[in-house]
């Protein structure tokens, strides 16, 4: 069985401080790991992936296998980072998705 | 085109009435997704379409849920006999194979509340 776990349901912290969002995971083969985002009013959208090894928004995130974590973070966080962010997983060529409950982020100035 | 596109955007029925939810995915996506999403957690898997073939169906949570993809395009999911714990967004999602390095590309959900 898979499973994603997102400890914190809210975060908030100040605009230019770092920001760190938690993620564990559960899962026995090889697994693909997400980061999706939904802003105010908008639709669920991907933010990154752990395969692609890259930054978006100036977020990273680093896939440990040993701690079975994803977790997503940013140095400077700014007010548009507020939103809705989703921890999923899949497993590798695999095409369903287990997300997490989810952490609202809020950036106050 | 504009996106994975999902009608109506919000549905009130009362229990016991059956509902239709309809999925307009992009244009050339072969994959196709249904979620539900209850308030307060992260969208749960229902069904997966190929084309007009549904190959998976294990997370429709009763007989009730019903979903099809006639024409390997538009889908639709039906509930019969709504209940109140049926209550909740209903997301569907496309992608253009359905393999995990091919991103799933949400609509905007039907918010579906049962009275």
């Known amino acids: 069985a898979q499973r994603v776990t997102q400890p914190e349901k809210l975060l908030s912290v100040f605009k230019g401080a770092p920001v760190e969002l938690k993620c564990n995971y559960s899962?026995?083969?090889?697994?693909?790991l997400f980061w999706y985002v939904q802003y105010s009013r908008q639709r669920l959208q991907l933010l990154l992936r752990h395969i692609s090894r890259e930054s978006i928004k100036g977020f990273t995130a680093d896939l440990n296998k040993g701690e079975t974590s994803f977790h997503l973070k940013k140095p400077f966080a700014q007010e548009e980072d507020s939103a809705m962010y989703y921890c999923?997983?899949?497993?590798?060529?695999?095409?369903?998705?287990?997300f997490g409950a989810g952490t609202t982020v809020t950036v106050r100035a | 085109g504009a996106g994975v596109s999902q009608s109506p955007r919000y549905k009130v029925a009362k229990r016991g009435q059956d509902v239709a939810l309809r999925c307009d995915p992009i244009?050339?996506?072969?994959?196709l997704f249904w979620y539900q999403q209850a308030l307060g957690q992260g969208p749960e898997f229902l069904t997966y379409?190929?084309?007009?073939?549904?190959?998976?169906k294990s997370g429709l949570p009763s007989d009730r849920f019903f979903a099809e993809r006639p024409e390997g395009s538009v889908s639709t999911l039906k509930i019969q006999r709504t209940q109140q714990e049926d209550s909740a967004v209903y997301l569907c999602a496309s992608s253009l194979v359905g393999r995990s390095n091919q991103p799933q590309h949400f609509g905007d959900g039907t918010r579906l509340s049962i009275l």
């Open positions: 999923a997983l899949s497993g590798l060529d695999d095409y369903k998705l287990s």
């Open positions: 244009s050339g996506h072969v994959s």
């Open positions: 379409f190929q084309n007009e073939a549904q190959l998976d």
């Open positions: 899962y026995s083969g090889s697994p693909e």
